[in-house]
């Protein structure tokens, strides 16, 4: 904490190669985007739409991070947020030689959103969840007896599998609890 750091981009989509200078505010900084947990760099260097993806260099022109996000806000000023370089390195390894990241475990639904539980929207065609008898309109409860309430518990416990791990699900029903047993699936895009 404490190092001097910049950050460079397109902020707003406009002003390429633009730099900007501040201070690392925190490492391992635990921040919650759209309901999921990650792992980030908090910076006060000015951050706008449009610099996500650029670097966060030290002063010896390193990249530490690739700047991420930003708290937005009547009240907010300085907190841009990057992923660390440690993590962003393995993914583009990926992303160059397979054009997608292997390795991640989906269940394949979709959740909806604002109900304060965890509620099929959509079920994919041959997917994990389509196998284990998972329906629209099912609550899930429980995995592997980890009570979920949010989308971002069940992102959590997926972040934290592999493909062919085995999960039990305490499934709502209606008016009924049923057990749902799923083999996760590999992530592939479509048309890979």
């Known amino acids: ?35 999921t947990s990650h792992n980030k760099i ?9 610099n ?56 394949g639904v979709t959740i909806q959103y604002g109900n304060g539980m965890v509620q099929v929207a959509s079920v994919g065609t041959n997917s994990a969840a389509e196998q284990a008898g998972l329906r629209v309109g099912d609550i899930i409860l429980s995995i592997d007896s980890t009570q979920l309430s949010t989308f971002a518990d069940l992102r959590a416990l997926l972040d934290k599998a592999s493909p062919s791990d085995i999960m039990e699900m305490r499934v709502l029903r209606g008016n009924e609890e049923i057990t749902l047993t799923a083999v996760l699936d590999e992530y592939r895009p479509t048309g890979l």
């Open 42 to 50: 908090q910076t006060d260097a000015a951050v706008n739409r449009g």
């Open 52 to 107: 996500s993806g650029g670097p966060l260099l030290n002063l010896y022109g390193e990249v530490i991070g690739v700047v991420s996000a930003k708290s937005t806000g009547m009240d907010v000023e300085g907190l841009g947020f990057a992923i660390p370089s440690s993590h962003a390195e393995g993914i583009v390894r990926q992303l160059v030689d397979y054009g997608f990241i292997r390795g991640r475990a989906v269940l």
């Open 1 to 35: 904490m404490g190092e001097q750091v910049a950050a460079i981009g397109n902020p707003l989509g406009e002003l390429a190669n633009s730099m900007t200078v501040g201070y690392i505010s925190a490492i391992n900084r635990d921040i919650n985007i759209d309901g």
